[in-house]
């Protein structure tokens, strides 16, 4: 298994070669998607994509925490923290089990 | 907000795209980001999050209802993480 990092550059590149947009209105809709998802989870909706998975807002109550270096106690304030839940689709491709 | 309705914003905002259009790069989107996480690639994009793929051993697991031992095979799965400014953002901070 390589190391290989992808980023938007690369994700533009696919639709690129996919549907005949130029490069710069490719590089456009990436960054659309991502902030139309974005604003979505911070109005405080959850972010649901068929066959890929779903972004889900989780509120953490406040708690004391302890820095595990020094042992000392630190009040953790109440968060809101994103989990995503990847589809069975994705867990199948990426288990590295059966098919692919 | 699911599949559809992303696809509809976007088809809003470029209305010189046949929505098909957009479907198939909504589509070519999620798609990338699966192919990359099959081939145990990581996925950075800045400001949002990242999604990279871990190795879980394997081990024996328990059939909840009989009680009985079973091997669970090794397996990648696919992570999540959250980007600094969305997390920033999700605790009004940005």
Not at chain 1, 29 to 40: F, G, I, T
Not at chain 1, 78 to 97: A, C, E, H, I
Request: hydrophobic share 35%; charged share 30%; no cysteine.
């Amino acid at each position: 298994m390589s190391e290989k990092t992808l980023t938007r550059v690369d994700l533009s590149e696919a639709i690129f070669n996919e549907v005949g947009l130029s490069r710069n209105e490719s590089a456009a809709l990436v960054q659309s998607v991502l902030q139309h998802m974005s604003d979505a989870l911070v109005s405080g909706e959850n972010v649901k994509i068929s066959s890929f998975g779903t972004f889900s807002l989780r509120d953490k109550n406040a708690r004391v925490g302890r820095n595990p270096k020094t042992g000392e106690e630190v009040p953790i304030s109440p968060r809101r923290v994103l989990t995503f839940r990847p589809s069975n689709l994705m867990k199948d491709r990426v288990s590295g089990q059966s098919q692919d | 907000m699911i599949r559809s309705e992303l696809v509809q914003k976007i088809a809003d905002e470029n209305p010189q795209l046949f929505q098909r259009d957009v479907e198939r790069i909504v589509n070519t989107l999620f798609e990338e980001i699966i192919n990359a996480l099959a081939d145990g690639d990581r996925v950075e994009l800045r400001g949002f999050g990242a999604f990279s793929v871990k190795q879980r051993d394997a081990r024996i697991g328990r059939n909840p209802r009989s009680g009985e031992s079973v091997e669970v095979e090794a397996k990648n799965v696919p992570f999540f993480k959250t980007g600094k400014l969305l997390r920033d953002r999700l605790n009004g901070k940005a």
